[in-house]
Structures are given as structure tokens and as C-alpha cells.
């Protein structure tokens, strides 16, 4: 864009953030923090296609200014964390539910290839899940105990360990988004390969049904935030692809911000899926019925929170403006 069409588009917004700072009225530092975001974006760009011009300067004064009223004026809201549960990361993820329709696309894809995989190739599911825990599960079958994996080692034990070893899965796949988010996949392609081998093993052995009530009462959180891990991973890997109106650098920096956010939301949910894999997939002589409410009540929460709801909080945005 050229710096006049530039300044056109945007100067009369400039006009009125200028004129809100001057003003001796005081306002809302929440709103004020907001315009700033977005005259720094404008700076950014300026910075950018604009370098050394009465443009870039006119914008950098401007944010200097509103820099030092925001930070001498807000005041840390006391409920911030509530404030980013509630209405921040929501408001954030909305913009990713693509990133997410990708991740969940790849997994689902793998776990395909991983149970077809299974069902032609006898050796398949030693090569994913190792010799070791293959036989140990063959002697649990044999002992009419298919299950009995999720009972040998003490709750709170495996609730740590579960919960410790998926973070760490989730910090790699975001990390591994800097890899172009081929490294992303990558671990999309290993979880989905195991799952659907996994599960393709039971279901050889008849133990379908068994197999799902009990997995899937830890599986469908820790499943589901291994994707939206992987979506925070697409989310880093997006500002090196699509900078868009920002430099490279910018855009990145951005991206790596945004999924680290997503990479965090994912944290409360894997202590959950932790806490139900070490004090309650155990229980395996549980009713059907109470393990397809857990199961289904898992299901509801992740869609709500990571689907409806920040639907919800767009469109009343929407409303508001």
C-alpha cells in the first residue's frame, strides 16, 4: 500500500486516538490500552514498508505518548486470571479454530492410517507400542484382566506421572512449530499412529467395547488438548508463513505469544485427564453408564470451551460494537 492511501485509511482514527489522549477526561485505561494495540500495529507496519518517514515518526510519538499514560493510569485488574479464562483466551482462540480444524484433520488422518496400518500388518503394533507392553497386555488378557495396566501403579504416582509426561508432549508439539510446523505434525502423526494401532489391537481381540469405556474416560480430554496442543504449535509456525501486514520478525514474535497462550489453556485440562487416568479409569468394573457420562461430559467440556464458547464471546463482541 502506498503511504498516502495508508495514512488516508487510517488518519482519521489516528485523529481521535490523539485527541483522547489530550483530553483531561479520563477514560477507561482498558479502552485506552486497546487503541494503543492497534497504533502500534499501525507503527509496525509503518516501521516496516515506511522506515525514516514523517509517517513512522507522527506514530511513534503518538505511542510513546500513550505508552507512558497507560502504564502510569492502569491498574492491574484484580481478577486477571479469571479475566483470562473467561474472556481473554476466548476472545483469542476464536481466531485459530482453523489451526485447530488442521490439527484434529491430521490426527484424525493418522489414527486412520495407524488402525489400517494394524489390521495389515501383524507387526505394526509392536513396532509403535513396543514388544514389552504388547506381551504385558497379552498375559493381562489371558488373566481376564484386559484393563489391569491402569490398576498396577499407586494413584497419585500415575496422576503425576500421566500429567507430567503430557505437558511435556504439549510444550514439544508447540515448540516443534518452529520447525516450519512440520515438527508439529510430527508429533500429531506419532500420537495418531499409536491411537489407532492401540486401538485397532483391543478391537482384534474383541475387547472393543471394553477397550473404549475405560481408555476414553482419561482419552477424551488428554486426546483432545494433544490436538489443541498441536494447534498452538500451527498457530507459531502461522506468523512464519503469513506475516501479513507485519514484518516477519513481528509477525513471529506474535505467534509465538498467541500459541504459548493456547499452550497454557491446555494445562488445567491435562491435571484432569491425569486425575481421572490415575484415580478413576482404574475403577473398571464401573457401570457403562457412568463411564459414558465421564466420557460424554469430557466430550461436552473441550467442545464448549474450545468451540462454543469462544463463538459465543465473537459474536456478542459483534453485538457490543
Not at 143 to 156: A, H, R, S, T, W
Not at 270 to 290: C, K, Q, S
Request: charged share 20%; net charge neutral.
Amino acid at each position: 500500500m502506498r503511504e498516502a492511501a495508508f495514512v488516508k485509511q487510517n488518519k482519521e482514527k489516528w485523529s481521535t486516538f490523539e485527541s483522547v489522549l489530550n483530553n483531561t477526561t479520563e477514560i477507561n485505561p482498558d479502552e485506552l490500552s486497546d487503541l494503543y494495540i492497534e497504533i502500534t500495529d499501525h507503527l509496525s507496519y509503518a516501521k516496516t514498508f515506511y522506515p525514516n518517514s514523517n509517517t513512522q515518526k507522527f506514530l511513534n510519538a503518538l505511542a510513546s505518548k500513550a505508552h507512558l499514560q497507560i502504564y502510569k493510569t492502569k491498574r492491574e485488574s484484580k481478577n486477571r486470571i479469571v479475566q483470562f479464562w473467561k474472556i481473554e483466551f476466548p476472545t483469542l482462540f476464536y481466531n485459530y479454530h482453523r489451526e485447530l480444524l488442521i490439527a484434529f484433520l491430521v490426527f484424525a488422518l493418522f489414527t486412520i492410517i495407524g488402525a489400517f496400518s494394524a489390521a495389515n500388518d501383524g507387526d505394526f503394533v509392536r513396532s509403535i507400542l513396543g514388544d514389552q507392553y504388547i506381551n504385558m497386555t497379552l498375559d493381562n488378557i489371558e488373566e481376564n484382566d484386559p484393563m489391569k495396566v491402569y490398576k498396577e501403579q499407586g494413584e497419585f504416582n500415575m496422576f503425576l506421572g500421566i500429567t507430567i509426561n503430557n505437558i511435556k508432549v504439549s510444550i514439544v508439539a508447540f515448540l516443534y512449530g518452529i520447525l516450519l510446523g512440520i515438527g508439529t505434525i510430527y508429533i500429531l502423526l506419532q500420537n495418531g499412529l499409536m491411537l489407532g494401532s492401540f486401538q485397532y489391537f483391543f478391537i482384534e481381540k474383541g475387547l472393543g467395547w471394553e477397550s473404549m469405556r475405560t481408555i476414553w474416560i482419561h482419552g477424551t480430554i488428554e486426546i483432545s488438548v494433544i490436538i489443541i496442543a498441536g494447534c498452538s504449535g500451527l498457530v507459531l509456525a502461522n506468523g512464519l508463513f503469513f506475516p501479513g501486514t507485519y514484518s516477519r520478525l513481528e509477525a513471529f514474535k506474535r505467534s509465538t505469544k498467541n500459541g504459548a497462550k493456547i499452550l497454557i489453556s491446555t494445562i488445567p485440562f491435562f491435571i484432569i485427564a491425569g486425575f481421572l487416568e490415575g484415580f478413576v479409569t482404574r475403577h473398571t468394573e464401573m457401570p457403562d453408564w457412568l463411564a459414558i457420562l465421564i466420557i460424554a461430559s469430557s466430550l461436552a467440556l473441550i467442545l464448549f470451551y474450545y468451540v462454543i464458547y469462544p463463538i459465543k464471546i465473537h459474536k456478542k463482541t459483534i453485538l457490543n460494537d
